[in-house]
């Protein structure tokens, strides 16, 4: 008699050799300038349902450059555990060989050099054949879209998110759940999902004033695939109007609600489920903890934080599955479901190389059709930059650099806070800076560069505040974003303290000198989530800044001491 | 039938009376627990205390107690300068002992909620609420 847990873990070492399998083929083929889109697209079909995951894709309907995170820290119980793991560590652990193509896709280093072999990733165009393919195998295969979807570029705000819900209609979705979708406001959220053809999913989506499930959202929904009965449930972001401007939203609550997950399995089951999957923006720390807390889900699809894992993570008898962001990548996990519960599966993290994977002809068009009425715009040359411009990483990247310095100059600030959002292609250096790449990393509902003072002691509680939502040590306690670029100012962080010592040696870097509580200093940002923030769009400051430099320099940060890690 | 809470509240049939404690400010959370509690043992199970773990609008947080066979729940807020929230007593006739309401909370704290069980024992839960000033999700 084998038990369930046995056929998961053998499955799982199968799914191991499998995925590493995978990946070491296509790295020694791509030595051998042999990458193809038949070897991309490899699976041997198991069990009877495929499961196909994409999430976080941020508006990028076009192939871009992705730099993956150099410093990626985990606290508490996920101190080094994946997705915490990156660069030539991440390789090891996965028995990926230098300069593959997996490096390239999944890690930090030689970004640029790799980059120019390898070629953008992603396009929607790409994922299109990637989807066609899988159904041409598993016809009745779902697919289910974490989020932030509705988000992240020039013409996804010039359209309020049209042209992402034009194309991810092509794609033909079944189930969806939410965040950065929230930002174009109740009303528009309210007009598109009203007019999906697929399912608006989120459990935890509230009513704000009754405190119960909202109308407009179902919890999950029921799918017959391959004889099984699937429940999908949705878990939309939890702290949208935390982290967001909840002004935008107002009619809506969310939070994580596990006790609310746990009665939603527990309804499903006794509906007949026998798969139960999770369509989660929860974040992967978030995602792992829940997986132990509620029992009952089979599968969680896990987006929000932008981790791509080769593997699925193992937690009980649940698999996690992270399929990373901007449209590098697409999960497929295929399932064996007997006698009503999990018996096994096979995963495959499908890389979107964009010069390797030939676009749909149809999907191509309709991306097309989108950026047809904008394309001056966003081809427009602003400058050049002679480094390397990214964004992910905990503390800061050359982006967000670029941008503070912007916002120290064309503000004339002191000080510039930039949010740590995790979404934002990467520049080459040498490449044109474009219109479009200053909206990838910028774009937004409420861009106002505002300009104001700040005492020295509130400046020390917000930093204290942003840094408590990436590293307290419960993951029920994070937001999912990385820590809040700062310019004009170093500072000290110790990662292992609690809230309120974490951030010392706060430095003005032009003079060198301690930062004064009591003092008022001019500080500059973006992206607050205060109404009637006032400024002009950070995107004009930026490109102000672009156009007057000619070609920007990026030089190393150092201003930040990170202790503890 | 299957009643959601808006349609009960609607209906008007909360059968459960909720008293405010008038207990002076200077009343610790322990001695307010020990006066609840009358110095007894608690236990982890028997309570159920459902918060968000981080707040959307510290103004107002919606929170909800339920305990099986309990005569009364009283909820602290052990960071508020006034800790008392409120004390739930159940009469015979109650068709369940939970409620929930919604409270304000001044900063980051532990809410703890006491049960006084059927039998006389007394139950205790407790969750950390964070109310931040709020920032940048990615």
Same mark, same amino acid.
């Given at each position: ?11 799982? #070492? ?122 041409? #195998? ?58 999906? $053809? ?5 459990? +935890? ?30 878990? #939309?972001?939890?702290? &949208? ?22 009665? &939603? ?60 962001? +901007? ?15 999990? &018996? ?74 930039? $949010? ?23 774009? &937004? ?121 | ?138």
């Amino acid at each position: 008699m084998i038990s369930r847990r046995d056929f998961l873990q053998v499955s799982m #070492a199968a799914s191991a050799l499998y995925g590493a399998s995978g990946f070491g083929q296509w790295s020694r083929l791509a030595a051998q300038q042999a990458l193809t889109q038949d070897q991309l697209l490899q699976f041997d079909d198991f069990g009877n349902v495929s499961l196909i995951h994409v999430t976080d894709i941020h508006a990028q309907l076009k192939p871009v450059y992705f730099r993956e995170p150099e410093i990626n820290f985990g606290v508490g119980e996920n101190k080094g555990d994946v997705p915490h793991i990156t660069g030539a560590d991440f390789r090891r652990l996965y028995g990926i060989e230098d300069n593959s193509p997996s490096h390239y896709a999944l890690t930090y280093d030689d970004f640029t050099a790799l980059a120019k072999g390898y070629g953008r990733m992603g396009g929607l165009d790409r994922v299109a054949t990637v989807i066609n393919s899988i159904r041409a #195998a598993r016809p009745d295969a779902l697919l289910l879209d974490g989020g932030d979807t509705w988000h992240g570029s020039y013409t996804c705000h010039h359209t309020a998110g049209q042209d992402m819900v034009n194309v991810m209609n092509a794609l033909k979705p079944d189930a969806m759940t939410f965040h950065w979708e929230f930002t174009l406001g109740q009303e528009r959220v309210r007009e598109i999902v009203g007019g999906l $053809p697929f399912a608006a999913l989120g459990q +935890n989506i509230f009513d704000a004033e009754w405190d119960e499930p909202a109308e407009d959202f179902a919890p999950y929904k029921f799918f017959e695939r391959g004889g099984v009965k699937i429940a999908v449930i949705g878990q #939309a972001f939890p702290y &949208m109007p935390i982290a967001n401007p909840g002004w935008m939203f107002p009619d809506y609550s969310f939070g994580i609600r596990d006790e609310h997950m746990q009665t &939603m399995v527990d309804e499903v089951r006794g509906q007949g489920a026998e798969l139960v999957v999770c369509l989660s923006h929860n974040g992967f720390d978030v995602d792992k903890k829940m997986a132990g807390v509620v029992t009952g889900i089979d599968v969680i699809l896990s987006g929000h934080t932008h981790d791509a894992l080769p593997e699925p993570v193992l937690v009980g008898e649940t698999i996690v599955v992270a399929s990373g962001s +901007n449209g590098k990548f697409v999960s497929r996990v295929d399932l064996d479901v007997r006698d009503g519960r999990m &018996m096994g599966f096979r995963h495959k993290l499908i890389p979107i190389f964009s010069d390797v994977i030939a676009p749909d002809r149809q999907v191509a068009a309709v991306i097309e059709e989108q950026r047809a009425p904008y394309i001056e715009q966003l081809s427009e040359v602003i400058g050049q930059s002679d480094g390397l411009l990214f964004r992910r990483g905990n503390f800061n990247g050359t982006w967000d650099d670029l941008i503070c310095n912007a916002l120290l100059s064309e503000r004339e600030a002191e000080i510039a806070l930039s $949010p740590g959002v995790r979404w934002g292609p990467s520049v080459l250096p040498g490449q044109a800076i474009t219109r479009e790449d200053i909206w990838n990393v910028t774009s &937004m509902s409420y861009p106002e560069a505002y300009r104001t003072e700040m005492t020295g002691e509130f400046l020390h509680v917000v930093m204290e505040d942003v840094a408590d939502n990436i590293f307290n040590p419960d993951p029920y306690y994070q937001q999912g974003g990385d820590m809040v670029r700062v310019g004009g100012m170093g500072y000290r962080i110790d990662i292992t303290k609690p809230q309120g010592e974490r951030i010392s040696e706060m430095t003005l870097l032009s003079t060198g000198e301690p930062i004064d509580p009591s003092r008022n200093y001019v500080v500059a940002g973006w992206a607050s989530v205060n109404e009637g923030t006032e400024g002009p769009p950070i995107w004009d400051v930026v490109e102000r800044h672009i156009r007057s430099a000619g070609t920007v320099t990026v030089t190393p940060n150092t201003s930040v001491e990170v202790v503890g890690a | 039938m299957n009643l959601t809470r808006r349609e009960t509240l609607a209906a008007g049939g909360a059968a459960l009376l909720a008293t405010v404690l008038p207990m002076p400010s200077f009343a610790s959370v322990e001695d307010l627990v020990a006066e609840f509690t009358g110095g007894a043992e608690m236990k982890s199970e028997g309570l159920e205390l459902i918060a968000p773990e981080i707040a959307e609008n510290g103004n107002t947080v919606p929170i909800e107690v339920s305990a099986p066979g309990a005569t009364s729940i009283m909820v602290l807020a052990t960071g508020n300068p006034t800790p008392p929230v409120a004390t739930f007593n159940f009469g015979p006739l109650a068709a369940d002992q939970a409620a929930s309401t919604r409270i304000r909370l001044a900063k980051t704290q532990e809410v703890v909620a006491i049960a006084k069980l059927g039998d006389g024992s007394f139950a205790r839960a407790a969750q950390t609420v964070k109310v931040t000033i709020g920032g940048c999700g990615g």
